[in-house]
């Protein structure tokens, strides 16, 4: 079935070091949302984006979607331990318009 | 705004019984989602919910598996009998107009099946 491809599966940085989890699919699609869940969490919503080329800042993320609207990502700039997580992307698709989360990106930081 | 609130939050039971989860989504969103979670598959979709209704349960492992919507405020997954494969974190998550709008998670119910 329809389904997206997150690279890297595991991420391991030193706090202040810059990370980037991208997120690609084979087929357009029609909007990305980005989830982060903490060790021991649920799944927590970042942000959707919609629009070709689309480019969303929140503080030290940023989020871009492909021109193509095929692939996404998630760029965090001067990691902190606070951003220790798994970072998964989802999108709207299946028959009947459900969201399917990629496999996520594990970021542990090390101080 | 309370969240949405499943429970229990962590269930341990041995293999055969029934296994009843429950979840409570935001007052106002018509759609409620059941997702399992486990290190080998993921985040998979279970069955989705939209007005109570449900749209589509081909994540449904198997008859063991059932849900159930009878109100706008309620809804519950049931496993029966249950096996140590069942084993996972299952999340519900609510949402105000299905899934091209944020998802709210629930906490999650930790299951263990011996």
């Known amino acids: 079935g329809q389904q997206v491809m997150q690279i890297p599966q595991y991420q391991h940085v030193q706090e202040g070091e810059d990370f980037t989890t991208y997120c690609n699919s084979s087929?357009?699609?029609?909007?990305i949302q980005w989830y982060k869940q903490r060790p021991g969490g649920h799944p927590v919503f970042l942000i959707q984006?919609?629009?070709?080329?689309e480019v969303k800042k929140q503080k030290r993320l940023t989020f871009q979607f492909g021109e193509a609207k095929k692939n996404s990502s998630l760029h965090i700039t001067a990691t902190q331990t606070t951003d220790v997580g798994t970072y998964f992307c989802?999108?709207?698709?299946?028959?009947?318009?459900?969201?399917?989360f990629g496999k996520g990106t594990k970021l542990s930081v090390k101080p | 705004d309370a969240g949405v609130i499943q429970s229990p939050r962590h269930e341990v039971t041995e293999m055969g019984q029934e296994v009843t989860l429950r979840c409570k989504p935001i007052?106002?969103?018509?759609?409620l989602f059941w997702y399992r979670q486990t290190m080998m598959r993921g985040l998979e979709l279970l069955i989705y919910?939209?007005?109570?209704?449900?749209?589509?349960d081909s994540g449904m492992p198997e008859d063991r598996f059932s849900a159930k919507m009878p109100n706008a405020s309620f809804s519950t997954l049931k496993i029966q009998p249950s096996e140590p494969r069942d084993s996972a974190v299952y999340f519900c998550?609510?949402?105000?107009?299905?899934?091209?709008?944020?998802?709210?998670f629930g906490n999650g119910t930790r299951l263990t099946v011996t």
């Open positions: 007052s106002g969103h018509n759609s």
């Open positions: 998550a609510s949402s105000p107009r299905g899934s091209d709008s944020p998802l709210h």
């Open positions: 989802a999108f709207t698709g299946g028959s009947q318009g459900n969201l399917i």
């Open positions: 087929t357009t699609l029609s909007n």
């Open positions: 919910f939209n007005n109570n209704v449900p749209i589509d």
């Open positions: 984006l919609v629009k070709s080329g």
